[in-house]
């Protein structure tokens, strides 16, 4: 008996690790399989419902009437006035009235209401926008900023109605072009005031500043009280000493164009100069390759001054690598740094877009051949939108749209336009539209129509006339507008966008 002991369970079945593992293993496999049917089921869900969007705001009028709507095509039914009244920023519940207009004087009241035309920002007096202009004059704001008035003078203040500036300034401006730059006035100097970092990166010491490209990156040239010109880089450091009669608006790589005692040179930062000769005027700098005139006529030399390019172009403008843009009898084309043309010189204008990396052409009868970087022809037709957050391209051929991402291959508008519930369609020349799933929602009854805007509207066009859409395919304007004097055919609601590009509002 007692070597039996211990020996109890040797008669009962062992467990067999192998079968448990595999069933561990199989259990495993189902659950992740149903995790993942689960998950996908969600994830349509998710992209099936329509997601609320932050509601913005836009000025609107009917006859001589001025009013606020929102993203909705809802009018804010509280709110009017003869006068227009102002948006600065869609994206905040925040509109300024003007009122007791003297236009003898230039004198005007201003007040600042909410959607629910509650007066805001009360304890300051004289609240405005501050207004800024594009290369094409359409107005725009500063949307971090508003000036106000307390004794006399000017301050600023953000959104929310915090002081920002004090109000100790002459004037307050835009700087024309720049976004988040203004420029401070005091005592007859100016300065440089930034609206997101709200800092004063240029003290008020100055008698001009202005930009010295085309975004507060490229820094400002700034004259003082002894009338010398300098350059001062966007966080305020002095790039160039204040000691030259003049600073073109010209820089690159430290180098800058300056003239001094009526000589044109080119210089470095610590004021060194690196070329005087050899040309009239210097239009661009790339890294040591400058874009010159001389006699009239365009070439490109290095900064040590050997020729590049022969000056006998109208004009040159540097592309990108060693590649120029050349104009030829008011004919443009793309030349390498050995003049051999890579795109013919038969175009009415060319640009290069590094947002999309091609080259646009514009022929005579308004379309565009648009090429790669390696000037490869992708299309003819017209580039009618371009979202690098979302990564497309959208260009409409032979009155067809058509989509690309930013490596220009083709996608459709599903994949393009992630966000919307309504894609466009044409059969037989007339266009609808086709849910997420492809299925027709809307027949193709429209002689024109636009794809869904970020708000949810489409446009389309029936018997020459205008009229809008909802984010279901619902008719919520049947066609009724002329819009043939506007440039772009846009719908919030019943609200259409003005044919006045620079008042950027909506009319019905």
């Not at 925040?94 to 805001?120: A, P, R």
């Not at 010109?229 to 160039?240: C, D, Y």
């Not at 040179?265 to 874009?291: C, K, P, Q, R, W």
Request: aromatic share 10%; with cysteine; glycine share 6%.
């Amino acid at each position: 008996m007692a070597r039996n002991r211990g020996r109890r369970f040797d008669d009962e079945p062992k467990l067999n690790k192998k079968k448990v593992a595999a069933t561990v293993i199989a259990l495993l496999v189902i659950i992740m399989v149903i995790a993942s049917i689960v998950m996908a089921i969600r994830e349509k869900n998710k992209n099936n419902q329509n997601i609320e969007k932050p509601i913005e705001y836009f000025s609107a009028y009917t006859g001589s009437i001025w009013t606020v709507i929102n993203s909705k095509g809802e009018e804010l039914t509280s709110i009017s006035s003869p006068e227009m009244i102002i948006v600065p920023n869609k994206e905040v519940d925040v509109f300024i009235e003007t009122y007791d207009i003297d236009y003898t004087n230039g004198t005007s009241n201003t007040k600042v209401v909410n959607s629910k035309n509650e007066q805001l920002f009360s304890n300051y007096e004289n609240v405005n926008a501050i207004v800024n202009y594009d290369t094409t004059d359409n107005t725009w704001y500063d949307t971090n900023a508003l000036t106000f008035m307390r004794d006399g003078k000017y301050g600023l203040i953000d959104f929310q109605g915090n002081e920002v500036l004090n109000a100790e300034y002459d004037e307050i401006s835009a700087m024309k072009g720049i976004q988040r730059i203004l420029i401070i006035k005091k005592d007859g100097k100016v300065g440089i005031y930034n609206t997101v970092s709200k800092t004063i990166t240029v003290n008020p010491e100055y008698d001009t500043v202005e930009a010295l490209g085309t975004t507060y990156n490229d820094g400002f040239i700034v004259k003082d009280a002894n009338n010398k010109f300098g350059v001062i880089g966007s966080e305020g450091k002095i790039l160039l000493e204040n000691k030259y009669d003049q600073v073109m608006k010209v820089s690159g790589t430290d180098k800058y164009v300056v003239k001094e005692n009526s000589q044109t040179e080119l210089v470095s930062g610590d004021g060194t100069v690196i070329l005087d000769a050899g040309f009239d005027e210097i239009v661009s700098i790339n890294s040591d390759n400058l874009v010159i005139v001389k006699d009239k006529k365009y070439g490109v030399i290095t900064t040590s001054g050997e020729e590049v390019l022969k000056n006998e172009y109208d004009s040159i403008k540097y592309c990108f690598s060693d590649y120029y843009i050349v104009e030829v009898n008011g004919k443009y084309g793309v030349i390498n740094s050995l003049g051999e043309y890579v795109i013919e010189a038969k175009y009415d204008n060319i640009d290069y877009r590094s947002d999309i990396v091609s080259l646009v052409c514009e022929n005579a009868d308004y379309t565009t051949d648009v090429y790669t970087r390696e000037f490869n022809l992708l299309f003819t037709g017209t580039i009618n939108k371009v979202d690098t957050d979302l990564g497309y391209i959208r260009v409409r051929i032979d009155g067809d749209y058509k989509y690309y991402n930013l490596q220009y291959q083709e996608i459709s508008s599903k994949d393009a336009l992630k966000e919307n519930t309504l894609f466009l369609v044409k059969e037989n020349g007339k266009y609808g539209y086709v849910n997420q799933d492809g299925q027709k929602v809307v027949d193709c009854i429209y002689d024109d129509a636009t794809e869904q805007n970020e708000y949810g509207f489409c446009a389309v066009k029936k018997d020459g006339k205008w009229g809008a859409l909802q984010s279901n395919g619902a008719v919520v304007l049947e066609p009724s507008y002329e819009l043939e004097n506007n440039l772009n055919i846009d719908f919030i609601g019943t609200w259409h966008l003005s044919e006045d590009t620079e008042l950027n509002a909506y009319t019905k």
